[in-house]
């Protein structure tokens, strides 16, 4: 199976639906790589469909952000690489999502 993802600074397949063992470590590190890119900076809005939760990867933007769930509102954040046991496991990475959603 292919994937669309080409020329990607921080961003891979296995970081790329949930944000990895360190979300906040990695949105800091997305935000450093693209810091000043023209494509990045032009921008006017981020929609996050599948994950929803993705969203918060561009919550530093400051930027509008339309988070359109298509499927399950946790996904990203409970059955994850990084987290196989699910929320009931570690309910923190759930509860961060749901603390920026009421942010934005």
């Known amino acids: 199976v292919g994937t669309c993802a080409e020329g990607l600074k921080v961003l891979n397949t296995s970081n790329g639906q ?3 063992p360190d979300p906040p470590g990695l949105i800091r590190d997305f935000w450093e790589a693209y ?5 990045m900076e032009g921008v006017d ?9 993705m969203c918060e990867l561009f919550e530093p ?3 509008t952000l339309i988070v359109y ?4 509102f946790e996904m990203a954040r409970c059955y994850t ?7 009931a496991s570690d309910p923190s990475r759930w509860a961060a999502w749901r603390d920026a959603v009421r942010r934005l």
């Open 18 to 20: 949930d944000l990895g």
């Open 35 to 39: 810091r000043g890119d023209q494509e």
């Open 45 to 53: 809005a981020f929609v996050c469909s599948h994950p929803s939760a």
């Open 61 to 63: 933007s400051n930027k």
């Open 69 to 72: 769930a298509t499927t399950r």
């Open 81 to 87: 690489d990084t987290l196989p046991g699910g929320c």
